[in-house]
């Protein structure tokens, strides 16, 4: 079974500072990426995915992952944090089981940007 | 617009009731799921639809059900509900076939005393 790992549960950082969130998962085989973001006292959405192609994929407010196939991760990034960037953040991995697509998700990471 | 909404947003049950969770999607998705999340586990799969009476068990179905009787609605029923239950629930739906996002309701919180 697919099993996806955030290796961090929580991660501090200053306004403007760079952060890296990471995310390995067990299984290579035809798997799709993805990230998710929640903001307090709301649903999941989505913030990027990767289907196939340039492993680097890029979200509207500056986020970005890249694939790594040999290592089995999808780290996301941001340059420079914002204050609006405090959320919880959830990797997940869809793959072929039993004929259906399942997405499988990680733990989270809280990511807490100070001013 | 589409959306994907949940009812009730809080429910506060006692243990051994009966109780069902709403879910009610307006995107045309054939997809369907129900998740249950908790500090320390993140979400965690407990249902699952791919169509109109297609129903099939995630990782924590026990004392979980579901019946998918139309395309926009999957309820979720707790048959005699227990305080391990206790939890926030969020209903998600997605696009048929490979590489879809899913799109997520904004929670239900039951409490079970």
């Known amino acids: 079974a697919q099993s996806v790992t955030q290796l961090d549960s929580q991660v501090p950082v200053f306004e403007e500072a760079p952060v890296e969130l990471r995310c390995n998962y067990s299984s290579s085989v035809s798997v799709y990426l993805f990230w998710y973001v929640q903001y307090p006292n709301q649903g999941l959405q989505l913030l990027l995915k990767?289907?196939?192609?340039?492993?680097l994929v890029e979200s509207i407010n500056g986020f970005e992952a890249e694939f790594n196939k040999s290592q089995t991760s999808f780290h996301l990034r941001k340059p420079s944090v914002h204050i609006s960037d405090t959320a919880e953040y959830f990797c997940?991995?869809?793959?072929?089981?039993?004929?259906?697509?399942?997405?499988?998700f990680g733990r989270g990471t809280s990511l807490i940007v100070h001013p | 617009d589409a959306e994907i909404t949940q009812s009730p947003r809080h429910k506060i049950t006692e243990t051994g009731r009966q109780v069902t969770l709403a879910c009610h999607q307006t995107?045309?998705?054939?997809?369907m799921f129900w998740y249950r999340q908790d500090l320390g586990h993140g979400l965690r799969l407990i249902h699952y639809s791919y169509g109109v009476q297609d129903t099939n068990k995630g990782e924590v179905s026990d004392g979980y059900s579901v019946s998918r009787s139309n395309t926009e609605d999957l309820p979720l029923t707790l048959e005699s509900a227990a305080s391990s239950q206790t939890s926030v629930y969020f209903c998600a739906s997605s696009e048929s076939g490979k590489g879809y996002e899913q799109y997520f309701g904004p929670g239900t919180r039951l409490t079970v005393t």
């Open positions: 995107w045309n998705h054939n997809n």
């Open positions: 990767y289907l196939s192609g340039s492993t």
């Open positions: 997940a991995v869809s793959d072929l089981r039993g004929g259906s697509y399942i997405p499988t």
